[in-house]
């Protein structure tokens, strides 16, 4: 069960077989769970920024900084995609839809841009590098999930 913007939208995923009851009390749950989230206020580019280099740290040190962004931030343009790297100039960009989304699944988006500043396609390196991340698979599902529920066609990169 989630929930998160899109938008001006707020999109609750809850489980189909719930009782009227159970959809209501989830409904209000995950609302609320939500105002909360938002009440400490966005994330910032300087704590997206900050992640990354722990990411790095962490799954990528091995490669010095040539794993290392010049810029990551946060943008509102990207709607068929979760984040996007141009590795020519070393910048990230994560779509703001995700800043409400859990830690562990705004990693693995930051993950797998970092990824493309050493290798630029999905090629079995890259799924390599990424799955260094140890919640790679369970975000990924988390991904395709809300993106079927939402009836987005999202594009891989």
């Known amino acids: 069960m989630s929930a998160y913007r899109d938008g ?3 999109v609750v995923l ?3 077989q719930f009782s009227r ?3 209501n009390e989830w409904v209000d749950r995950m609302l609320a769970r939500l105002a909360a989230r938002e009440q400490r206020g966005h994330r910032t580019d300087n704590a997206l920024q900050a992640r990354a280099r722990r990411l790095i740290t ?3 040190a091995d490669f010095g900084p040539a794993a290392s962004p010049v810029s990551v931030r946060w ?3 990207q709607n068929g995609r979760w984040g996007s790297c141009t590795p020519a100039d070393r910048t ?3 779509s703001n839809r995700i800043q409400d989304m859990p830690d562990w699944v705004i990693d693995y988006v930051l993950m797998h841009e970092l990824a493309h500043l050493l290798v630029p396609n ?3 390196r890259f799924w390599e590098l990424v799955g260094r991340y140890p919640r790679s698979e369970r975000a990924r599902g988390y991904l395709e999930g809300i993106s079927a529920a939402a ?3 999202l594009v891989e990169d």
Do not use: F, Q, T, W
Request: charged letters at 35%; aromatic letters at 4%; proline letters at 4%.
């Open 92 to 94: 990230i960009r994560i």
């Open 8 to 10: 001006e939208r707020v």
């Open 21 to 23: 009851a159970e959809e």
């Open 75 to 77: 943008v509102d343009n």
């Open 122 to 124: 999905h090629n079995g």
């Open 58 to 60: 962490r799954y990528l």
């Open 14 to 16: 809850i489980p189909d």
């Open 151 to 153: 009836g987005l066609a």
